[in-house]
């Protein structure tokens, strides 16, 4: 069954324009060759009136929401996943990975095989793996991490395996390069096994950071925020967006307007454009009221749009939703309605090396969409060509 989507501007290859979209079992369909080659037509036609279709929004660090925080609730209430996967449907997100912050190794090794690849569909968007953040990055810089559980690589690759056990199920991990043995890790988990490595919670200055892109690392992990503020004669890992590297330097972004000034975003934006990644890097509490939850095992106050460790001026994630920050960062920078959806879609697909089926509108790839109004609110949802939400 062939299903057009008509009367729509879509985001294809950085811009936006009026065309049709044609899709069947759940990949989309080059209308020209079904039509003329294939002698097919649609056998549906549904009128957008106009509304935009972008590819499906991918959030590589999301701790968790809707009073379900992965690290902490998961082991007891295994389901949680299917409440935060179903729940970011609304906000466009098709694809997500899971984050679990520093933990213990028997957390990891109970909570890891829940979190494997998994198909989306109307039950919640789609697992891509785990994204790893600790515990191998640095105490000084640990922000709501707990301190007890940040390790060492002492064993390099060995201790990584033990702690984690499950390397499988993960697709992001987040470590300080600086740390003994982390160069030797970076290169056996990006080049050995396909997996990206973030760089973050980290004191690195900027040649070891250079040192860790040459190993195989290819993100940040939320910029600015617990790292080394950038300084002139040496700028640590914010200086990654300044340096000429091999292959592309992505880095995640909290554009909720509490996490970075705007100033800030538009630095870094201005400076590395094609580098730029959304993140919610929500928690247990996007989607509740003001009050106080948990994040791991603290306690947090949601005050003001804004979540702090209790009793502490610390943030410790945000309560952002990701059309919420496709929408923040467009207005903050000032780019163009396709470079702020592409910075949710397209640069966190090629950050995971998946661009070839997600994150684009081209032919071939998955039919994963969310169809947004000219103010950028979720109108409709769809993963694999099915629609999985609409606000109507």
């Known amino acids: 069954?062939?299903?057009?989507?008509?009367?729509?501007?879509?985001?294809?290859?950085?811009?936006?324009?009026?065309?049709?979209?044609?899709?069947?079992?759940?990949?989309?369909?080059?209308?020209?060759?079904?039509?003329?080659?294939?002698?097919?037509?649609?056998?549906?036609?549904?009128?957008?009136?106009?509304?935009i279709v972008a590819p499906g929004f991918i959030d590589l660090q999301i701790n968790g929401g809707f009073g379900i925080d992965f690290t902490h609730d998961l082991i007891k209430?295994?389901?949680?996943?299917?409440?935060?996967?179903?729940?970011?449907?609304?906000?466009?997100?098709?694809?997500?990975?899971?984050?679990?912050?520093?933990?213990?190794?028997?957390?990891?090794?109970?909570?890891?095989?829940?979190?494997?690849?998994k198909v989306g569909g109307p039950k919640g968007a789609k697992i891509l793996g785990a994204h790893l953040e600790g515990p191998f990055i640095n105490p000084e810089k640990n922000g709501a991490h707990s301190l007890d559980d940040i390790q060492d690589l002492s064993n390099g690759v060995k201790t990584?395996?033990?702690?984690?056990?499950?390397?499988?199920?993960?697709?992001?991990?987040?470590?300080?390069?600086?740390?003994?043995?982390?160069?030797?890790?970076?290169?056996?988990?990006s080049k050995d096994r396909g997996i990206s490595v973030?760089?973050?919670?980290?004191?690195?200055?900027?040649?070891?950071?250079?040192?860790?892109?040459?190993?195989?690392?290819?993100?940040?992990?939320?910029?600015?925020n617990a790292m080394l503020p950038f300084h002139h004669r040496d700028p640590g890992l914010v200086g990654l967006l300044g340096l000429e590297t091999e292959k592309p330097i992505y880095y995640g972004i909290i554009a909720?307007?509490?996490?970075?000034?705007?100033?800030?975003?538009?630095?870094?934006?201005?400076?590395?454009?094609?580098?730029?990644?959304?993140?919610?890097?929500?928690?247990?509490?996007?989607?509740?009221?003001?009050?106080?939850?948990?994040?791991?095992?603290?306690?947090?106050?949601?005050?003001?749009k804004s979540a702090y460790i209790a009793g502490t001026t610390t943030l410790c994630g945000s309560i952002a939703t990701m059309n919420e920050s496709v929408k923040y960062f467009k207005n903050?920078?000032?780019?163009?309605?396709?470079e702020a959806l592409e910075a949710a879609s397209l640069h966190p697909a090629e950050a995971l090396r998946i661009q070839s089926y997600k994150g684009t509108l081209n032919y071939g790839t998955d039919a994963d969409?969310?169809?947004?109004?000219?103010?950028?609110?979720?109108?409709?949802?769809?993963?694999?060509?099915?629609?999985v939400y609409t606000n109507s």
């Open 160 to 189: 990584l395996k033990k702690v984690y056990k499950h390397i499988d199920v993960i697709r992001i991990v987040t470590l300080a390069p600086e740390r003994r043995n982390s160069l030797e890790v970076i290169n056996w988990l």
């Open 1 to 51: 069954k062939i299903t057009r989507f008509t009367d729509c501007h879509i985001l294809r290859n950085h811009q936006i324009y009026e065309d049709d979209i044609w899709f069947s079992d759940g990949v989309i369909l080059n209308p020209e060759k079904e039509f003329y080659v294939n002698k097919n037509i649609p056998h549906e036609t549904i009128s957008l009136n106009g509304a």
């Open 256 to 304: 909720d307007g509490i996490h970075t000034h705007e100033a800030t975003l538009k630095i870094a934006y201005k400076s590395h454009p094609k580098g730029v990644i959304l993140v919610t890097d929500a928690i247990s509490a996007m989607g509740l009221e003001e009050g106080t939850h948990h994040i791991g095992q603290k306690m947090i106050d949601i005050k003001q």
């Open 198 to 224: 973030s760089l973050g919670h980290s004191m690195a200055d900027i040649d070891i950071a250079a040192k860790a892109v040459k190993e195989g690392a290819n993100l940040i992990t939320h910029l600015f």
């Open 332 to 338: 903050a920078v000032g780019c163009t309605t396709a």
């Open 369 to 387: 969409f969310v169809v947004l109004n000219d103010e950028l609110d979720v109108i409709s949802t769809w993963i694999g060509g099915e629609m």
């Open 77 to 117: 209430n295994p389901e949680g996943l299917d409440v935060v996967a179903k729940g970011i449907l609304a906000h466009g997100v098709t694809s997500f990975c899971p984050t679990v912050i520093t933990s213990k190794p028997e957390l990891y090794h109970k909570i890891l095989p829940l979190l494997k690849s």
